[in-house]
Each structure stands twice: as structure tokens, then as C-alpha cells.
């Protein structure tokens, strides 16, 4: 599991396949397998948060957000006792928009609490 000192937003690819791995076996109690196995969803999971090198497309809240909004829906069968990455993306996709519209909100409000902050004092 990432270090929990550690802010979402400074996550990268190893700490979200470790967060996975922590978080499937804690909901599902079985072990983690990745789609493809473990070099293709870091391909995937790089992709979606970044690296380094390159900016990911969505970044790590909108990532970690969306990883939790699947974990939450996710309801396991005998056949498929649990989930990966690589199917989050293929079969849970309407929740990335979800993800973002959540992430927007709470960016807005938070910018409005700011705002209100600093002419509220100006005022009687």
C-alpha cells in the first residue's frame, strides 16, 4: 500500500499497483492478478497518471477516484472473484466520467470556499 504520508496527487505507477494489490485482497479477499500481468497494466496505469517522462491523461485523483468507484460497484461471482485495472477500463469505463465530474465539483467548491474567504471579510 502507498505510504499514507504520502498525497494522491505524488502517487505514481508503483504506488497505485501496490494500492490495488492492498485494496482488492482487503474488499475481495483474494489475491490481485493484473490484466495482462503486472509490465502491461503499469503500461496501462502510466498511461492514465503519468510518468516522469509524460504527463498521464487523467492524472492520480481522477485514477485513484475512478479505482475506488469500481472497487464499489464491483460485485464478485464464483467465475470472477475479482477485478483488475485492465478490466476497470475495459468493462467500468462510465465511471472515469463520474470520476472527473466528482473531482471538477469539489475543485469548484473548494475555489468558491477560497473566494469567500477572502472578500468575506471585506464585507458588513
Known sequence: MPTTDKPVSKWNVRDFQAYLKAEHERLFGVPYVPMR?????????????GTKRKPGEYGPEVTKRFIDLCFAQYRPTADWPGVSFGFMQKWMGRNLQRAVAEIRAEAAAQQRREQQAEIGDDFY
Open 37 to 49: 500481468g503486472w509490465q502491461a497494466e503499469a503500461g496501462m496505469l502510466g498511461r492514465w497518471v
